[in-house]
């Protein structure tokens, strides 16, 4: 068992989701099977969806020709290698197992709410109800039994994946990082992405978050 | 999380109120080391209501703090990552200067010190309230919130820490223990540390304004606070940090407790903005 | 109440529910929270991480049921996986059947499916049957027993029987339940026994396209088996979302395979859907109700470029050109005519169609230049384009560009239409037998409430077949799993003012899981049990090969009671209760829907009692060879003649011609301006046209009432930022959206994914007045309009214009 922050080496595997936004139609079935599960109330999403909006449209003669791009990006936790969320923890409650899975114990959380502001991914989440911490535990439950986690059984894209990151990069490459999310470097998130298209096309001047009050 | 931060009211509470307790008795400590009596330090600077002052108000600063946790009965359990967390060593460092300023307060009261001991502890408590400030500054640098990590933070928080400090010992001793007037080098020094302070803060505004900062959130964030909300808040803030001088100057021309209280007061308010202000403007990297 | 404060507060819970007698809670590895800890923790081995309860799937206690999500009218059918507890489902999941491919794919839930506790378990479910205390419509009810409202139904059905006739009683319209034992089809069949009830046809959602698609092949089953989209190159998506609104489970997934194959896909809508960014390279904004428009400009292409299959519209088409005009029509307007403008002077050009479609004429150009030439291509229409003023016009026109680009027939290509799967027609939907009704008399779907106010004089000229005259209005409503009457229905300030009218409507029955906007207005209002609480058998949604059992998973709760049953009782109080039952319980009943679709499409289904015992939830065919609509026919026409009248494909219809309607009902489909259209006077006033498309957050105006649909999906009008910035609006604003028939305030979401000038509003949002009549929830069918479509009477409720004003 290894603390947040830790160096990688110490835990034996790194359990990392793979997501495939080309294909991801932001559906939410992933969100909702997430909030079944594990019955979270309204506005705690531990999976959650953004969509990216952005382009122009332009006039061309007598018609409006878009030029608009848009994609989804369906985000949990993404149990990284460097759990910003852990390091000023006071209280050891966010600690990384053995498979990279990081988790949050709900009986050493004081509710404080510092891992909340670092998280540069939102996944970690406050209950308002329990008063306490929350955040995606990919499923460990599941994971435990063989089972894989139920966002990414619920895909009907079938744009999810799971398993060691190093096998998802063997298999799906190392992108980790598109538009809005931070710089991979921050927290070393074990994410394998394929990007949508027009992925390329967004940056800070040209898309933005276009769903802000869904997640 | 951007908006106005008004449900951040504890944090805003406790680190006001410990920046003050610190601020104040890093202005005595050095003051009374500064201006030895024959004892080797003065007496007339660290008295026992004062220092039973510090205590309470860093008791309540820390009892304010609890409202902000979702389990305040939990707390203690803060202690548990000091390896790491920065948050674990603040309360550290606020649990130890407090024990040394009420020690520092028991001896007082008792009168049976030995100068060297005092000397110790007000050593040991300064080290202790620094080592307090420099937590809370580290806690809110995070890597993934800009608008916390480049000098802002230190200078907001030092500033508070000179200003309020400054103003509330003159404040407490002039007005609360009647002191003041009788040692003018004291509240000279305090005023030039309040306009020190003041000009810190002034910076701050300046490094912070949109638009004009170094560091303001445009930077490199997603969830940026509109400058229509920061600027009602600049303003009122300036506001009061010009009656704060306006007052202590007047204070200077013709000590009255009144003209003390109201600079301590306005102080206190532009403070107060500023602190609504730096938690608002909390957008971190990514989404 | 839901049990669901959250995770934490259901560990404190937990052993006040006894929860750990099957429930372990998680345990970690290596001793990781002890490790964690250290100071003043009291640590408990069995605290947790926020997960709450851990199921043992094999724990004694916890009982996993496969079974179908409940059949509303959602686009798909999907298998859950539901976990009942103490007598309550506790968590739902997927299918999780091995094996997951193209050609038997898992039937994963969306959304809704997954979201369906939140229904289930809803506080404001009904309890018990009601009668009406206020005034019709004001919503006040009392609390009856089953026997007084039973007794009512049964009196007040004898008394208008005699005093009208059985035509003046009606089973609107109301797609709620297909699970056979819950569900309208339920009523119809107690009405068929009790002697009859004025009938309809057609729907609400397929009006225009199940009607005209005959006029041109004779015949709905047009499609191919969805497989075959794998063999495809070109796929146009027209109007078509599947991503959204599913089309049959697992469309957007098989469009994925295609795309993957290398097939390149193009969606053609007002909006940029979900289908436009998970699975189009392209998506091309149309001024909504243009279509024929651009199609007809698309064929101008492909007749003057010679693009168009010559060949195959030589021997399998009719009234392509001049040569090929049907005897009785010789000198008739022919397609290509039309096209040319060679009568009417206007040249279809792609210049022409830019400047009512609002798409370039260069896209309209390559669009047609790609479909011509990529071989096989697939057109495929949505319903939504069809939902509208003259939504024939676009199924026809769409039919004949696959026509004469000669896809029909072919692996990989597309016929258009209605696309009814090959070769069976699909899924059947319905086998619980309502029985023949003796009252031949039906009224299109949409007219029922003209057939309120003047049913006595409807004939065929209102669409009634099967009588000249009704001879009656409509008396009595029974309403069973229909919100149509209000809140799905055109002008809801309209109907409401129908169904206030005591004397109009005498007697209405709703029978419901909650209080609808419909249920208002009822005189008695009954409590039906979800269809996870009773038994319930359920195929594809207009595609899929495989049957789902629903095992009755739960009691009903309070005094509810399943559709049957219901009926069963008032059959009881009419002397009709063998007759209804035929002594079959429901899960009788199931049975031999199991054994009617063994004798139909599914030769080796098992029988119930293996069904049930293997907990597999779904028996299912792959489809390795999907079959292909008009392979005999595009072999050899001769032999294997279409069932139109020529026996070809009818690119004009000489029994439109026939009915001498050119204006709005022409021989060859054509670009008709819409009644309501940005080009007409009415847009001085109300220049926005109004889409009310299918959200993912609702079925229709099912799940409006759940919680986490609500903050996945929140009902908001979507406008462009070009006509929001005019009009002062910002994102988020509440704004006004309103015409001559009603107004709606609703929040809005600016967003550049819709064209400018067109606005979207989600359709199904609880109609929620106040007291000024003013609707609060964005109830879309307050703006829509009564009118019917010219050939189908279909409802052409995407066709409106409204004005949109900061609130
Ligand atoms: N999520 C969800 N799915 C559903 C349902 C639901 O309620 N919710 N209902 C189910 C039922 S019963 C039905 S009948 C189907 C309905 O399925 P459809 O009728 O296909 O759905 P709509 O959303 O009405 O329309 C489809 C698309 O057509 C576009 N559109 C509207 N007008 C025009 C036009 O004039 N031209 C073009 N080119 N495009 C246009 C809309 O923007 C929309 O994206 O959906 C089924 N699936
Ligand atoms: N403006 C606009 N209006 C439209 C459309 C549009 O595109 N635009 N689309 C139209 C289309 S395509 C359709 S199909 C219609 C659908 O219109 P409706 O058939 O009225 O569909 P719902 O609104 O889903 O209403 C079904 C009702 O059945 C209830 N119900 C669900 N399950 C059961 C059950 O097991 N038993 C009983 N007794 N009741 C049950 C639900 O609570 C709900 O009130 O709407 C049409 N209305
Ligand atoms: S379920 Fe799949 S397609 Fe839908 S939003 Fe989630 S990742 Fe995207
Ligand atoms: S995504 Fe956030 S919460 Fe999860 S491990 Fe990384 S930093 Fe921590
Ligand atoms: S809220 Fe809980 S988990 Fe997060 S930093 Fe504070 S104590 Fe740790
Ligand atoms: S892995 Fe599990 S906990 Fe995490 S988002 Fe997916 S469903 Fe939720
Ligand atoms: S598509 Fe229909 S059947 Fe499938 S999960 Fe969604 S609501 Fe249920
Ligand atoms: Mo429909």
Redesign the pocket.
């Known amino acids: 068992m290894q603390q947040a922050g830790g160096s990688q080496s110490s835990w034996v595997r790194q359990y990392a989701f793979y997501f495939d936004s080309s294909a991801c139609s932001g559906c939410k079935a992933c969100q909702a099977a997430c909030k079944d599960k594990h019955d979270l109330p309204v506005n705690i999403l531990w999976r959650r969806v953004y969509e990216v909006a952005g382009g122009n449209w332009t006039k061309s003669g007598n018609v409006w020709v878009p030029g608009v791009f848009s994609y989804y990006i369906s985000m949990a936790c993404h149990q990284c290698a460097k759990p910003i969320c852990g390091d000023g923890c006071p209280t050891k409650a966010i600690y990384k197992r053995q498979d990279g899975i990081v988790l949050l114990d709900t009986e050493a959380c004081i509710g404080c709410r510092l891992c909340e502001w670092a998280c540069p991914y939102g996944a970690l989440q406050f209950d308002e109800a329990s008063r306490l911490m929350t955040k995606c535990h990919f499923c460990f439950d599941y994971i435990d039994m063989g089972k894989p986690p139920v966002c990414v059984a619920a895909c009907p894209m079938r744009a999810l994946d799971f398993g060691e990151l190093a096998d998802l990069r063997k298999k799906y490459g190392a992108t980790n990082q598109v538009f809005p999310l931070p710089e991979a470097a921050l927290t070393e998130p074990a994410l394998v992405i394929k990007p949508h298209r027009d992925a390329t096309r967004a940056t800070k001047d040209t898309a933005e978050v276009a769903n802000w009050e869904e997640i | 999380m951007t908006g106005l931060a008004w449900k951040e009211w504890p944090l805003v509470g406790f680190t006001l109120l410990s920046q003050t307790a610190v601020g104040a008795f890093w202005m005595v400590a050095v003051a009374s080391l500064y201006m030895e009596g024959a004892s080797g330090w003065n007496s007339r600077y660290l008295t026992f209501p004062f220092l039973a002052a510090v205590v309470i108000v860093l008791g309540l600063a820390a009892a304010i703090s609890l409202f902000h946790l979702g389990r305040p009965w939990r707390a203690v359990l803060a202690l548990n990552n000091l390896k790491r967390s920065w948050l674990s060593r603040e309360i550290l460092f606020e649990l130890v200067f407090m024990a040394l300023a009420a020690s520092l307060a028991l001896l007082v009261l008792k009168k049976t010190y030995r100068p060297t001991l005092v000397r110790i502890l007000v050593a040991l408590a300064f080290s202790a309230s620094l080592l307090f400030i420099i937590s809370m500054v580290k806690l809110y640098m995070m890597r993934t919130v800009p608008a916390w990590r480049g000098l802002y933070t230190p200078l907001s928080f030092f500033g508070t820490a000179l200003l309020l400090g400054s103003l509330g010992a003159a404040f407490s001793y002039d007005t609360l223990l009647d002191l003041g007037r009788k040692a003018p080098p004291f509240l000279d020094a305090a005023a030039i540390v309040a306009l020190a302070a003041v000009v810190l803060i002034l910076l701050t505004i300046f490094l912070f304004t949109p638009g004009l900062g170094l560091f303001g959130p445009k930077k490199a964030t997603l969830l940026e606070l509109p400058a229509a909300k920061i600027y009602p808040y600049l303003l009122f803030r300036l506001l009061f940090l010009s009656g704060t001088v306006l007052f202590s100057f007047l204070y200077y021309r013709n000590p009255s407790a009144p003209l003390l209280t109201i600079a301590f007061l306005s102080a206190l308010a532009a403070e107060a903005a500023g602190r609504l202000l730096f938690y608002a403007v909390y957008s971190r990297l990514g989404v | 109440m839901i049990n669901d404060t959250g995770p934490i507060k259901k560990k404190l819970d937990a052993a006040k529910m006894k929860r750990r007698s099957f429930l372990g809670w998680s345990t970690f590895l290596g001793g990781s929270a002890l490790a964690s800890t250290k100071l003043g923790k009291k640590f408990k081995p069995a605290a947790g991480t926020p997960p709450g309860p851990v199921f043992q799937e094999s724990a004694a206690e916890v009982k996993m049921v496969r079974t179908g999500c409940p059949s509303h009218?959602?686009?798909?059918r999907c298998l859950l996986k539901v976990y009942v507890w103490e007598g309550r489902i506790v968590r739902i999941e997927g299918d999780d059947r091995p094996n997951d491919s193209v050609e038997d794919p898992q039937l994963r839930p969306?959304i809704?499916g997954l979201s369906y506790r939140r229904r289930q378990y809803h506080p404001d479910r009904l309890q018990y049957p009601m009668k009406r205390a206020g005034k019709r419509g004001e919503g006040k009810f009392v609390r009856i027993s089953w026997d007084e409202a039973l007794d009512k139904i049964a009196a007040e059905m004898q008394r208008i029987k005699q005093a009208y006739g059985n035509t003046a009683m009606y089973v609107p319209y109301g797609?709620g339940s297909y699970n056979q034992i819950n569900g309208r089809q339920t009523a119809q069949r107690l009405m068929n026994l009790f002697g009859g009830s004025l009938g309809f046809y057609n729907?609400?959602?397929?009006a225009a396209i199940s009607y005209a698609t005959p006029y041109v092949y004779g015949t709905n089953v047009t499609g191919n088996q969805r497989q075959d989209w794998l063999n495809s190159k070109y796929i146009l998506m027209?109007?078509?979302?599947p991503s959204?609104?599913?089309?049959g489970t697992n469309s957007e997934y098989i469009l994925k395979k295609a795309k993957e194959k290398g097939a390149k896909l193009v969606c053609?809508?007002?909006?940029m859907?979900l289908s436009a960014v998970a699975l189009a390279d392209e998506w091309v904004p149309?001024?909504?109700?243009?279509?024929t428009a651009m199609m007809s400009a698309m064929a101008y292409v492909m007749i003057t470029e010679k693009l168009y299959d010559a060949g195959f519209v030589k021997t399998h088409c009719l009234g392509f050109d001049e040569t090929q005009m049907p005897p009785g029509a010789e000198g008739a307007e022919s397609y290509k005519d039309y096209i040319l403008g060679t009568r009417d002077g206007v040249a279809k050009t792609p210049e022409w169609a830019e400047a009512i479609c609002g798409v370039p004429r260069a896209t309209i150009i390559r669009l047609a230049r790609e479909y011509a030439t990529t071989k096989p291509a697939i057109l495929y229409q949505?319903?939504?384009?069809?939902?509208?003023a003259y939504g024939e016009q676009?199924v026809r026109g769409g039919c004949v560009l696959a026509a004469i680009t000669g896809n029909v027939g072919i692996p990989g290509g597309w016929a258009g239409g209605m696309a009814l799967q090959a070769p069976d027609g699909g899924p059947a939907w319905i086998v619980f037998p309502t029985g023949q009704n003796p009252v031949k008399a039906q009224i299109p779907s949409f007219l029922w409430s003209e057939a309120v106010l003047r049913g006595k004089d409807m004939g065929p000229a209102d669409g009634v077949v099967g009588a000249e005259k009704l001879g009656t209005n409509i008396k009595m409503i029974y309403a069973v799993a229909c919100n149509a009457l209000i809140n799905q229905h055109s002008n809801i300030n309209r109907t409401v003012k129908i169904l206030q009218d005591e004397k109009l409507v005498e007697f209405l029955v709703v029978q419901d899981n909650f209080l609808t906007a419909t249920g208002r207005f009822a005189d008695i209002l009954l409590p039906a049990c979800t269809q996870f609480e009773t038994w319930g058998l359920a195929d594809g949604?207009k595609y899929g090969d495989e049957v789902i059992l629903m095992p009755k998973i739960v009691e009903p709760p309070f005094e509810t009671k399943s559709d049957y049953q219901i009926c069963a009782e008032i059959a009881k109080r009419l002397g009709l209760y063998d007759a209804y039952t035929e002594g079959r319980s429901e899960r009788d009943w199931i049975a031999w829907g199991i054994e009617t679709y063994r004798k139909t499409r599914f030769p080796n289904i098992p029988r119930l009692d293996e069904f049930e015992r293997s907990n597999i939830g779904v028996y299912s065919v792959p489809v390795t060879k999907p079959a292909v609509a008009f392979t005999e026919f595009r072999r050899d026409p001769e032999k294997n003649p279409l069932p139109t009248p020529s026996g070809k494909i009818e690119i004009f219809s000489k029994r439109l011609h026939d009915m001498n309607k050119p204006d709005v009902i022409p021989a060859v489909p054509k670009y008709i301006r819409e009644w309501e259209s940005p080009f007409g006077p009415e847009a001085k006033k109300y220049p926005l046209q109004v889409?009310?498309?299918?959200?993912?957050?609702?079925?229709?105006s099912t799940l409006d009432n759940v919680d986490w649909l609500r903050e996945a999906w929140p009902q908001r009008v979507f406008i462009n930022p070009l006509d929001a910035e005019p009009r002062g609006i910002n994102n988020g604003d509440e704004v006004k959206v309103f015409n001559d028939r009603g107004a709606t305030l609703v929040r809005c979401r600016v967003t550049k994914r819709i064209m400018p000038g067109v606005i979207?509003i989600p359709?199904?949002a609880w109609w929620s007045p106040d007291e000024k009549g003013v609707d609060r929830r964005g109830s879309v069918n307050v703006l829509t309009s009564e009118r019917w479509t010219p050939l189908a009477f279909g409802n052409a409720q995407?066709t409106i214009m409204a004005q949109v004003e900061k609130a």
Do not use: F, K
Not at chain 3, 691 to 700: D, E, P, R, S
């Open positions: 009218n959602c686009g798909g969306c809704r797609t729907s609400y959602s397929w027209w109007s078509w979302n959204e609104m599913r089309d053609i809508d007002p909006r859907t149309i001024r909504p109700g243009t279509d949505g319903y939504g384009m069809q939902r509208r676009a949604w889409i009310g498309h299918h959200y993912l957050a609702t079925v229709h979207a359709q199904g995407h």
